[in-house]
């Protein structure tokens, strides 16, 4: 299994980024994908969920400006991320669930002017 995130970097406050997450190995189709993030000397944190039906739910500190998606001809999962601040910047994970979990490894936001 793994799961490959990409797309983090480095954005001035009030950009944008979108990180995607392109999984093999998983019955991708079935899976719920998850995007989470950790900030040095913080929890990890869930950010979005997308389930096998499409439905998405989101913490209540992206809500409005954080959009997940997913792909599953190609599958991926995205993570569309608008009006970016400095408390975004963390190690974002994505995340996949189906009976078990499995991790990709983390791509870096960094959010500062």
């Known amino acids: 299994v793994q799961l490959q995130a990409s797309g983090g970097g480095l954005v001035q406050p009030g950009g944008s980024l979108r990180l995607s997450c392109a999984a093999s190995?998983?019955?991708?189709?079935?899976?719920?994908m998850r995007w989470y993030r950790q900030a040095p000397g913080k929890q990890r944190e869930l950010v979005a969920a997308i389930n096998s039906a499409g439905s998405t739910n989101y913490a209540d500190s992206v809500k409005g400006r954080f959009t997940i998606s997913r792909d599953n001809a190609k599958n991926t999962v995205y993570l569309q991320m608008n009006s970016l601040t400095p408390e975004d910047t963390a190690a974002y994970y994505c995340?996949?669930?189906?009976?078990?979990?499995?991790w990709g490894q983390g791509t870096q936001v960094t959010v500062s002017s």
């Open positions: 190995g998983i019955n991708f189709r079935i899976n719920t």
């Open positions: 995340n996949s669930l189906y009976i078990r979990q499995y």
